[in-house]
């Protein structure tokens, strides 16, 4: 019995390795948010520019809990290139299906949502060697105020993610 438990450990534990490697990945990091996110909290992700002659994917990843309210989700995602320059967008991304049913991957009540930031239009290419640095906040607003949402309930944790793009 004890070899058979042994067996079916190593098989759970050879499964999630398999799983969990993800060669696309070029950087993906994560970061917490602390009860309800403010709409003043900037999360800034900092990393290298892999490679100026490859096509890359860069997305948004959000983990939300069934707190989070809304059907959509307004960002504002910032792009610093290692030359100062500075790219400034608002982005909406739809976070319900009609029905109220929270949109995402996930078998618990957390949802993980992959959310297209650059190269789903055109290829996105580092054009400049060094460090790149996105912050990210939300811009969310209830219909008919203008001073927006103060805290945002429901968003656990706001990543950054980058993968080579398919050839």
């Known amino acids: 019995m004890q070899k058979r438990t042994s067996w079916l450990l190593l098989a759970i534990v050879g499964s999630f390795m398999v799983t969990s490697c993800d060669s696309k990945a070029v950087y993906d990091e994560y970061k917490s948010v602390p009860n309800k996110w403010h709409k003043d909290s900037v999360a800034s ?6 490679d100026t002659l490859e096509n890359y994917n860069l ?11 809304f059907s959509n989700l307004f960002l504002i995602v910032e792009l610093n ?14 976070m319900a299906a009609p ?12 949802k993980e949502n992959k959310l297209w930031y650059r190269g789903y239009k055109s290829a996105f290419k580092f054009n400049e060697t060094g ?13 008919g105020d203008v ?11 706001i990543g950054f993610r980058v993968e080579q793009a398919q050839k």
């Open 45 to 50: 992700f900092t990393f290298k520019a892999p």
């Open 59 to 69: 997305y948004v990843n959000l983990r939300n809990t069934n707190d989070y309210k």
């Open 81 to 94: 290139y290692p030359n100062g320059k500075a790219v400034k967008d608002t982005l909406e991304y739809k």
């Open 99 to 110: 029905n109220g049913e929270l949109l995402g991957t996930g078998f618990s009540d957390i």
């Open 131 to 143: 460090y790149y640095i996105v912050n990210i906040q939300h811009a969310m607003r209830k219909n």
């Open 147 to 157: 001073n927006g949402v103060e805290n945002l309930e429901g968003i656990t944790d």
